[in-house]
């Protein structure tokens, strides 16, 4: 086991194909680094420049001022080899390689990949890439990715991606949202995988104390006898959520077409997954909503969903959902549907789910939300609350924060997710609610996929199928 | 047969219970129909008043000038029976019961429904509700909707709804979409589905000219010996796609709480929609996507797609998703990859899919687009093309309309979608190309979903297992 930290939190960087050009990759990358406002020195490396967007430059990283922790390369693919054995004559200890065309490009690339591998291992410079976009730690304001993040969201949930530039589009658009982004940490992807593995970052997850939820995007496992019950054990305590594409033959032949990977069985995998505790996501979408589920949601004491509904048509369509995914409807209380009868005609039947729409019109759009919730929320006999609401403009009023902030308080132990439907006040109470610890999913399917996971591992629930 | 072109689109309306109290149901129906410009007389019915909104009221519908088409009754309940019974006597053609507490809230309110059924068919007055938001007809500009459409784009898609409120709430936010909306020509929502049902709506739907796709929402067939051959026979020429919750017991019991809907052997459903000809949508947005793969698509000559992608990871996971669906990757010739390899180094390995990315740094990200479209869609041997973009900044640029506009015109019979991934530049680009036959999807699984449906409906494919 070696410890990652100089490589997911330098102290100190350098960038060796820094440049003043933003059309370059190395530009690009050495601005958003500076305009992140990483803690530490950061040192540009060119010799044929003395500064860089006022930094002082140096011809060789073995020239800079001061130990480096974590060198950036990204240079030519001739000038790749050259800069690692300058990297380990400087003793830095860490480099993350952008420059593309290794590995990924066939058997002449994977010979010369295997010839770093070997270089970097001799030098104890621990290293990602080649073909990656970089590593972001919030944290430290290390934004070292060629592509810029000027709304990065920090928390508690860290990435590891096996990818090039994959990882980093899927950032831009996450966290361009305006709400309902996920709290990243640390976000490492590591390209083409030529050292540092997910085992190596499983065990910097489980030292730091700031991550809580762990995501990986694996195209294969370097090492799955060391890696599963590592997993395994971590994923008591900071669920595991992994997105590994290669379902299909045709899948896996792309994969290894993509990064070399070495296919595996796929329904193998699949059990091995889930007898080690970690949860399997099915696509992008699903990996970023599951992570939310453990990021915002509070673990559920059980697996009875009470279900609130502004439309008979969505409340089928989340019962099908819901049950499909092992998960149960709760039975309500006498009082819960006393309670909540308060909004409605007497001839609205009451149950699970419980439709609330005709309130609006008898109790007013607050009410219509706050008097269901508040006695879904606070029976005994409901585990985690799933609200279905419509968003036309009658559905609105002022008060969506301050209704939801109080119900969160008065009943801080339940999951609480919401699909919204409607127009533009749908998105004004995405905002309204956003920091609550609410999970907004776009249908009933995703959010019935994300309390699944949650329940799962919580120990709770049938296995998942 | 009947034909409820009196109710899909009339050439006069009337609203029972029309009010200036925009804050009542009967006032915002009234006003979302003046406002949305309906082409023929629009008579507000309130005993009352002398006008509404600058129109002259009649206490009575007997009493309104002219001979009325559809009238929508808005009252509270105990007033419904006595409206239908006046739009009789007044031959008023068609009703559209918006009010609530009929068959869906128990035994009780069935009995009343049943009433209310023979009343109308014994009057023939075509009726749809109770519990309806209403009917939109935007060739006619009958904004019929307690909800406003303040958007709404008119097209050659058909809808109808066995729902309440949803298909209006799901309706709103479709329509606040900046682009990649379907064009939606008429959407009718039965609600509890008194009388008017989907054979009506089916018959009205094949011989309408303006319908080119169709989409149902069903809770139950009310005859499907009479349905389903018909549903064959329309969907030879026009594209049927069925949203039909109720997948699990629990759910159909949930549906059977909701409309009264009588519970069906759901997996016997799918074998009958399938043999049919029918596609049958997963969920809400799975069923807007494959409506408009329809909408927006040419008919597709094959099942082998071209994967154009700017992520290796995004098309491994695309491979999976489209495999598992039932399609196939096709061969590039040899000269697709001669003129795509013109935009990458010589390192690059060229397959299918074809990882465009390092050409945005080595020909721009114009010609990292323009060159790889252009030879595949020309390939012989493609006959579906899905393109996986990724658009941080490095990768925008601002011909992006005239690139595409030009690539579907010299190859208009090749079926084009995108999957975007990115910040800012992914929305601008998908408002760029509106309009140009390109179907933009959220996920590899939805375009997938969608690109399945049409090659099965083309009669091209494996039938959808």
Redesign the interface.
């Given at each position: 086991m070696r410890d990652i930290t100089p490589l997911v939190a330098p102290r100190s960087v350098a960038v060796i194909g820094a440049s003043a050009n933003t059309e370059k990759?190395g530009g690009?990358l050495f601005k958003n680094i500076v305009d992140g406002g990483f803690a530490g020195p950061i040192h540009p490396i060119n010799p044929r420049a003395t500064e860089v967007l006022g930094r002082k430059a140096s011809p060789n990283i073995k020239d800079a001022p001061g130990p480096i922790d974590l060198a950036f390369v990204v240079l030519p693919k001739a000038g790749v080899r050259a800069a690692l054995i300058d990297c380990i004559a400087a003793r830095a200890r860490a480099a993350c390689i952008i420059t593309?065309?290794f590995g990924?490009?066939?058997p002449?690339?994977r010979r010369e990949q295997d010839e770093l591998r070997e270089l970097v291992r001799a030098g104890q410079l621990l290293t990602i890439g080649p073909n990656t976009i970089g590593t972001v730690n919030a944290e430290c304001k290390l934004m070292g990715s060629?592509?810029?993040f000027p709304s990065w969201q920090s928390g508690g949930v860290s990435l590891f991606?096996q990818?090039?530039?994959?990882?980093?589009?899927?950032m831009?658009?996450h966290?361009?949202q305006d709400s309902q982004r996920l709290g990243i940490g640390k976000s490492i992807d590591v390209g083409n995988k030529i050292d540092v593995d997910e085992l190596d970052f499983l065990h910097f997850a489980a030292e730091d104390a700031a991550t809580t939820v762990i995501g990986l995007?694996l195209?294969d496992m370097r090492d799955p006898d060391a890696f599963l019950p590592l997993a395994a054990r971590v994923a008591r305590d900071k669920p595991i959520v992994v997105l590994k594409?290669?379902?299909?033959?045709?899948?896996a032949?792309?994969?290894a077409?993509?990064?070399g990977a070495v296919p595996m069985d796929d329904g193998e995998l699949d059990a091995m997954f889930h007898r080690h505790g970690l949860v399997r996501a099915?696509?992008?979408?699903d990996f970023l909503g599951t992570l939310k589920a453990f990021a915002y949601l509070p673990r559920p004491r059980g697996r009875r969903v009470g279900l609130i509904t502004?439309?008979?048509?969505?409340?089928?369509?989340a019962?099908?959902?819901l049950?499909?995914e092992g998960l149960e409807?709760a039975r309500f209380s006498g009082e819960t549907l006393v309670a909540a009868g308060k909004v409605v005609?007497d001839?609205?039947?009451l149950?699970n789910?419980l439709?609330t729409?005709?309130a609006i019109?008898m109790a007013g759009p607050r009410a219509a939300v706050e008097v269901p919730f508040e006695a879904v929320l606070g029976d005994p006999g409901v585990d985690l609350v799933l609200g279905l609401l419509?968003?036309?403009?009658?559905a609105d009023f002022p008060e969506v924060r301050e209704v939801f902030e109080s119900l969160r308080a008065r009943h801080p132990d339940v999951p609480l997710c919401l699909v919204l439907?409607?127009?533009?006040a749908?998105l004004r109470w995405m905002h309204d609610i956003e920091g609550l610890g609410i999970a907004v999913y776009?249908?009933?399917?995703a959010a019935a996929r994300a309390l699944r996971a949650l329940t799962w591992h919580a120990g709770i629930h049938a296995p998942i199928a």
């Open positions: 990759s690009i593309a065309g990924e490009i066939g002449e690339g060629f592509v810029p991606a990818t090039g530039i994959f990882a980093g589009a899927a831009v658009q966290m361009a995007y195209e594409p290669g379902r299909t033959p045709a899948g032949v792309a994969s077409y993509h990064t099915d696509d992008v979408d502004g439309s008979g048509a969505l409340g089928v369509m019962v099908d959902e049950v499909t409807l005609p001839w609205q039947p149950g789910p439709d729409w005709i019109d419509l968003t036309p403009p009658n439907t409607g127009g533009t749908r776009p249908t009933p399917r």
